[in-house]
């Protein structure tokens, strides 16, 4: 198995945290973002997109982390991270998918340095736009945290999908000084989760291409 990342790429951290709560073996191969590495002819071939993650499994090979997630949870069953009942499923998936669908895809760096390339979006207008995602996401997110069934993690006490989407987009979030007092569930969780070995193993600083 093969993960080729950057260690600032939230999307990454995910599938890192996965592997890691699974023990798989992988050999991770770091992409320089700045240095456009995931834009090169020979990345390109593997992933058009030219995004990461990427990850290859013997024959198999994908990009997108939510689908790596069901590929990893589907090939890999044990430890599981999803729950056994559909609608406990589908909770997860819905938290889940406020972090990849509505937070993340606007707030990564493409879109940043988008709205500064086009429309020459100031230091102060990025970080607005910034927070303003992030605060509208992670409200929506305290709430259902509050309604339950949360426990130690964001579905009682088993980590899932919900966790490990979680986790990097706090980690951004406060890489970048978004206020997150309002939200004690969802940093008592970060704070929960970054006591375990899988999930500090995988912090970007960890990574061999940190800078």
Known sequence: MELYGYFRSS????????????KLECTHIPLSILGGEHKSDAYLKKNPQGFVPYLTDGDVAMGQSM???????ETYPDPALLPKDAQGRARVRQ??????CDI??????????????????????????????ILE??????????????????HGDQ??????????????????NCPLDDFPHILRITDT???????????PENQEDAL
């Open 11 to 22: 999307t990454a951290y995910r599938i890192r945290i996965a592997i890691n709560l699974k």
């Open 67 to 73: 689908a790596m997630l069901e590929y990893l949870e």
């Open 95 to 100: 938290l889940s998918g406020i972090i990849a």
């Open 104 to 133: 993340h895809p606007v707030d990564n760096l493409r879109v940043l340095k988008y709205i500064v390339g086009e429309f020459g979006a100031s230091d102060a207008q990025k970080t607005a736009w910034y927070h303003h995602w």
């Open 137 to 154: 996401g992670f409200k929506a997110f305290e709430i259902l945290l509050e309604r339950g069934p949360s426990g130690d993690f964001c």
């Open 159 to 176: 980590v899932t999908f919900a966790d490990i989407c979680l986790v990097p987009q706090v980690y951004n979030a406060q890489r970048f």
């Open 193 to 203: 989760c970054n006591k375990l070995a899988a999930f500090k193993d995988a912090l």
